[in-house]
């Protein structure tokens, strides 16, 4: 299955990625390869099988309402590219 | 052409837990930006998640609260989006197996009773607050990342603003009640999203629907209903297409337009959140938890009425905050006057209560100040009306006893009835027309004795006692 110029762009958009023209079309093959690989599951009759919800045996794994540390504000910020008035500042978005 | 009104809501609770959702954060408000933040809540990579134990509990609480089945078994997901409030680029959140589904509210509305279906309350993290100032880019606070939510989804079943609202306080209400959320509008624990279209009258087929977000207040809810109803029905009497879209509600405009900003289809991709694993909660666990709720205010109506004798309308007044019926429960555990304690706290402590600022919730005495008060008038110390000027000074001075009131400003009612016989006589004495007045049949006169006698004993005579003297003296003097 051949994906399209425009699903790679789709996707890569809502990943926040952008490529050229070259790039896109070797994406176009990546991900049919991806797909077709994927796509050999759907041979499988799985009427009576029920959907995986976690990998792991377990559930319930909680902790109890507890207030505990917090981190000083130099180390939050302290990946931050730019900060202002202790606060993290990104581009403006607009509402 | 007649159009009929279509309205699901959506609604967001902040859950009243102590600590975030997946880390031990605090959750409390107004703290200074970025000081509720630690790895997790800041989406730092390689940091593992756990659930609150108290959210599932919470969440169950009210979807119990609201009749909803509750999930043996429930799992989160991850809802994929970029947004500067949310540091992780997903929100974790519960898609096709949420902890509640399928419920019932029966509101009380002008036309009726009225069934509002809940189609499914899930689990969520609220993202954080985005400060747009001056030209200079847009500052992230992430105190709010994280904070556990509920978001209940109903259907489309509610048909006017009017309806919406009283939907919208029952649900408030009964959050509250249940103390699942402290549900304070002011603060945003609260908000309202309304999905609204119109449809021609009587038809089956729904119309196009738009949505607005984040109404913070009964008001703005009801007006933005209101506004966005008539706005469709014009677009359709003019021959236009609605146009599904979110449309932001501005209440001091009273407008809602179009937000046309993001334009790109909403692509969430969903997937089971590998970083947590599912919730189970067996038959046992669930009546357990149903076990903890309190009593829910229509119970709590029925109740007062059959237990205590309250009119229905005192009952629903008492038992509409919950603040309000605990301190009326607590008053008269401590002294068997129910309908006396409902009308001071109906007719007395309100008008008190706004002129302090105060809410419903900060009545600034205990109960056993109120339960101490209606006792001083019970065994004739003071008068109904002495009462009063006590309760003005209860909220002066909250810490002061009615009793040490009333001693201080020697307030007790005179009921020796030889100090108050001596006034009386002197009353009569002084005022010989009315005497002749009510010799001649002019029993207003009375009145006009009374008055004095209240005047010269500043109120505190027992009015009954007072009336009874009067009555003597004055048959008295006529006799001789």
């Not at chain 2, 105190?143 to 904070?147: I, M, Q, S, W």
């Given at each position: 299955m051949k994906i399209s110029k425009e699903e790679v762009g789709y996707v890569a958009d809502l990943a926040r990625l952008s490529f050229d023209e070259a790039q896109t079309e070797k994406l176009q093959g990546d991900l049919s390869a991806v797909l077709d690989y994927v796509a050999?599951?759907?041979?499988?009759?799985?009427?009576d099988v029920k959907p995986t919800?976690?990998?792991?045996?377990?559930?319930?794994v909680l902790r109890p309402d507890v207030v505990g540390e917090t981190l000083p504000i130099d180390k939050v910020l302290a990946n931050a590219p730019e900060a202002e008035n202790n606060a993290f500042r990104v581009p403006r978005v607009v509402e | 052409m007649e159009y009929d009104i279509v309205i699901g809501m959506e609604i967001h609770a902040e859950l009243a837990t102590k600590s975030k959702i997946f880390c031990s954060c605090p959750t409390e408000f107004g703290a200074d930006e970025n000081t509720h933040a630690c790895p997790v809540c800041l989406g730092m990579p390689g940091v593992l998640p756990v659930l609150n134990e108290k959210v599932v509990e919470y969440a169950a609480m009210a979807g119990l609260a609201l009749n909803c089945k509750i999930a043996n078994f429930s799992k989160m997901d991850r809802k994929n989006y970029f947004y500067p409030d949310l540091p992780k680029a997903y929100q974790t959140s519960q898609f096709d197996l949420p902890i509640c589904t399928g419920g019932t509210v029966t509101i009380d509305t002008p036309d009726g009773k009225k069934d509002v279906g809940i189609t499914r309350i899930h689990i969520e993290e609220d993202a954080g607050k985005l400060i747009h100032e001056g030209g200079g880019g847009t500052l992230v606070d992430v105190?709010?990342?994280?904070?556990p939510l509920i978001e209940i989804v109903t259907e489309p079943d509610l048909t006017n603003a009017e309806d919406a609202r009283i939907f919208a306080e029952k649900i408030r209400d009964t959050l509250e009640y249940t103390g699942v959320s402290d549900c304070k509008m002011q603060e945003g624990s609260i908000r309202f999203d309304v999905n609204l279209s119109v449809k021609p009258k009587g038809s089956t087929e729904l119309g196009t629907r738009t949505e607005m977000k984040n109404l913070n207040s009964f008001r703005a809810l009801m007006r933005a209903v209101q506004y966005e109803s008539k706005r469709q029905i014009i677009e359709l009497k003019k021959g236009n297409r609605i146009i599904q879209e979110t449309r932001k509600w501005d209440d001091a405009k009273g407008v809602s337009s179009s937000m046309r900003s993001k334009e790109e289809a909403h692509d969430y991709r969903y997937f089971p959140e590998p970083d947590l694993v599912p919730i189970v909660l067996s038959d046992e666990r669930i009546e357990e938890i149903r076990s903890t709720l309190p009593e829910l205010p229509e119970a709590k109506r029925l109740r007062y009425v059959n237990d205590f004798g309250l009119p229905e309308y005192d009952a629903e007044v008492l038992t509409a905050k919950k603040a309000l019926s605990d301190f009326f429960e607590e008053s008269v555990a401590l002294i068997d006057e129910p309908k006396m304690i409902s009308n001071w706290l109906m007719v007395e402590i309100p008008p008190l209560l706004k002129e302090h600022e105060l809410t419903a919730e900060e009545i600034p005495f205990t109960p056993a100040s109120l339960a101490e008060l209606i006792g001083l008038i019970q065994d004739g110390t003071i008068s109904g009306k002495i009462a009063k000027s006590v309760l003005a000074d209860m909220f002066e001075?909250?810490?002061?006893?009615p009793k040490t009131i009333v001693d201080e400003k020697g307030l007790a009612q005179m009921n020796d009835s030889g100090e108050l016989e001596a006034i009386i006589e002197k009353i009569v004495d002084e005022n010989p027309k009315s005497v002749e007045d009510i010799a001649g049949?002019?029993?207003?006169a009375y009145g006009f004795l009374t008055g004095q006698v209240m005047k010269a004993t500043k109120g505190k005579a027992n009015p009954q006692e007072a009336n009874k003297i009067i009555r003597e003296k004055v048959q008295a003097k006529i006799d001789s």
């Open positions: 050999a599951l759907e041979k499988l009759d799985t009427t919800e976690h990998v792991l045996e377990l559930v319930n | 105190n709010r990342c994280g904070v001075a909250p810490e002061k006893a049949g002019n029993k207003k």
